[in-house]
């Protein structure tokens, strides 16, 4: 069974930066292709990002709102993904969901991180 | 950027009723590459239907996914008590990966 399990969020102020992980277990990492999606309050899902696997290049996709202060890196000694993310505004705060991508959808979640960014 | 438009917002129907959800996209999806999501409140997002019409593993076959090119349905035969959530479509065609704004499904 594929468990995927993220941590790290918070409260931070406009400006500041967090970085979130995530673990992905009953895969082959190295397979493993991780997406995290978000969810701002009572809004609906958004695309964040993408890595491959190392496999297929380990290559990093961004939506245009966090392209440039969003990086999505992989550990595959520790099964890990992070995102971090920096120059975080108000328009940030949201649930962080981690995803393991199957058929190229998102096929497991996480339970989410809340990460609330405000003054 | 491929937007996809889900109609109705909202659906108001009764269990055992048979709900029809649309999800257009704003240029074609090639290879049927579009997925269906249900989301409960205060849960995790769940992968219904992909490649628009294959259930995932556990999903009910009271669910099913059709259509082609820019238009796309999601159809729940019969809803039971546990169907009514919000359903989101996806798709997976081009980068940047873009989602419906959501069908909620609630009960009349």
């Known amino acids: 069974e594929v468990q995927v399990v993220e941590s790290g969020g918070g409260f931070i102020k406009p400006g500041g930066s967090l970085r979130l992980s995530c673990a992905v277990s009953?895969?082959?990492?190295?397979?493993?292709?991780v997406s995290w999606v978000r969810q701002a309050p009572g809004k609906g899902l958004e695309w964040v990002g993408r890595?491959?696997?190392?496999?297929?290049?380990?290559?990093?996709d961004y939506a245009a709102p966090v392209k440039g202060r969003f990086t999505i890196s992989r550990d595959d000694s520790k099964d890990m993904v992070y995102l971090q993310m920096n120059r975080l505004t108000t328009e940030d705060t949201a649930v962080y969901y981690c995803?393991?991508?199957?058929?190229?959808?998102?096929?497991?979640w996480g339970q989410g991180t809340l990460v609330i960014v405000s003054s | 950027e491929i937007v996809l438009t889900q109609s109705p917002g909202t659906l108001s129907l009764s269990p055992g009723q048979r709900a029809s959800l649309s999800c257009r996209a704003s240029?074609?999806?090639?290879?049927?590459?579009l997925a269906w999501y249900q989301q409960k409140p205060g849960q995790t997002p769940r992968r219904l239907i992909y490649?628009?019409?294959t259930r995932a593993t556990g999903i009910p076959d009271r669910f099913s996914g059709s259509g082609s090119g820019t238009d796309f349905t999601l159809t729940i035969s019969r809803l039971e008590p546990e169907d009514f959530a919000v359903y989101y479509c996806q798709q997976y065609v081009i980068i940047p990966r873009t989602f419906g704004q959501g069908t909620k499904v609630d009960i009349k």
């Open positions: 009953g895969v082959t990492f190295i397979n493993a292709w």
């Open positions: 240029q074609s999806i090639s290879g049927n590459s």
């Open positions: 890595i491959k696997s190392t496999t297929d290049g380990g290559t990093t």
């Open positions: 490649d628009a019409s």
């Open positions: 995803t393991h991508l199957r058929e190229m959808t998102f096929a497991d």
